[in-house]
């Protein structure tokens, strides 16, 4: 079920996922898929391997928005054991899924190994980033709110630092 979140940051998603279809529009995986990730990682002979790869149906990242089992979870395989293609692949759909479920587990690897993006991707990826800044912070006021005993620490935030040493400059 898709989060709900403030007026401003509604609006925002919005439009940061409008941002993110158009810079990653036609982008393609590559030969190594998020299966075939998983089973690179699970030292998975060449034959589980591509057996592995023939269960990613996918294909174009957006039918990964559709898909009932796909998470950009990366407790196994995931992010480090994908190649660049499929890095700038999976990630569009990371970040969609990520603003419309508020689930941030393991995409901050993703945005932190993805490499050759043009300027229009970075700045979409820039734009994930500062949402998920200012939802963090949105929802740690919230627990303020009903915890105020909890201390007031902006450094807790991992997407504050992620933008200001990566992402800053695309913005």
């Known amino acids: 079920m898709p989060i709900r ?9 919005l439009e940061i996922e ?3 279809r158009r810079a990653f529009k036609g982008v393609r ?12 990682d699970g030292y998975a002979s060449s034959h589980e391997m591509y057996e592995a790869g023939t269960r990613d149906t996918d294909t174009c990242w957006e039918d990964l928005l559709q898909s009932k089992s796909w998470t950009p979870h990366s407790n196994v395989g995931g992010w480090v054991f994908l190649d660049a293609m499929a890095r700038r692949y999976y990630l569009p759909a990371a970040m969609i899924w ?3 479920f508020g689930d941030a587990e393991g995409i901050e690897t993703g945005v932190g190994l993805v490499e050759e993006l043009s300027r229009q991707q970075s700045g979409a ?10 939802y963090s912070d949105w929802m740690y ?5 009903q915890s105020p005993g909890l201390p007031r620490v902006d450094s807790m935030n991992p997407w504050r630092s992620m933008f200001r040493d990566r992402w800053r400059e695309f913005a």
Do not use: Q, T, Y
């Open 5 to 13: 979140v403030s007026e401003n940051l509604e609006r925002r998603r």
């Open 98 to 100: 990520c603003m419309n």
């Open 29 to 40: 995986r590559g030969p190594v898929s998020w299966s075939k990730a998983e089973a690179i």
């Open 141 to 145: 006021a919230k627990a303020r709110k």
């Open 125 to 134: 990826v820039a734009a994930f980033v500062l949402w998920m800044r200012d």
């Open 18 to 20: 409008r941002c993110i």
